[in-house]
């Protein structure tokens, strides 16, 4: 073999080892490349209609005839509804509050009002509202209303442990401060697990 020709077959095989490489090179990025689409693919998707369901424990400050008294109970199961403007801001309708059971009666200090909630990030949001506070009691088949109705805030903040596109599943602290038209002060909290429709 002439030295020429042997020149030409080590180059041919230096260009074929370099498509080689080139080529797992290549395939070693698709994945990466692959994986960060499906990681934006799954990331939450705050636009739109919104919906929110929870239920947890609560701790209610109710007014009875005697003075108030502090019970632990369970928070009944909040709903909001609404919207988000922009993928940061929602603005819904929310009726939530906390219960607890008394002598064979529930006791309950209810919200119902406008609220907005605020994602900082994709895994932290916090939220407030104002409406009317309401306090009832359910004894057996009946509802007994209390006189204790007046203006109801709401503040909450919330951690989402596990979040995909449409959905967000999160624990919840809220705070319940009211005043009473007769100017009767509650205070209740609840601390729930949630979740949302994005």
Not at 58 to 67: C, L, Y
Not at 146 to 158: D, I, N, V
Not at 166 to 174: I, V
């Amino acid at each position: 073999m002439t030295r020429s020709a042997d020149h030409t077959n080590r180059l041919a095989a230096l260009g074929v080892a370099c498509s080689v490489l080139a080529s797992g090179s290549i395939a070693a990025a698709q994945p990466a490349v692959t994986g960060q689409a499906a990681t934006e693919a799954n990331r939450p998707d705050r636009s739109g209609l919104t919906l929110e369901l929870g239920l947890g424990a609560a701790i209610s400050n109710f007014p009875f005839v005697q003075g108030s008294e502090t019970h632990v109970g369970l928070a009944p199961l909040s709903l909001s509804l609404g919207g988000f403007v922009n993928p940061h801001l929602a603005v819904m309708v929310r009726a939530s509050g906390t219960s607890f059971f008394k002598d064979g009666t529930d006791y309950n200090a209810a919200f119902y009002g406008v609220a907005a909630q605020y994602w900082i990030n994709d895994d932290v949001f916090v939220g407030g509202g104002a409406g009317l506070a309401v306090n009832f009691a359910v004894f057996g088949d009946h509802i007994v209303p209390s006189e204790s109705k007046g203006l109801g805030l709401t503040a909450r903040a919330g951690y989402a442990f596990y979040s995909v596109r449409d959905h967000a599943f999160a624990t919840t602290l809220e705070l319940f401060p009211s005043i009473s038209s007769g100017g009767v002060v509650q205070l209740g909290a609840a601390a729930n697990l949630q979740w949302q429709w994005l």
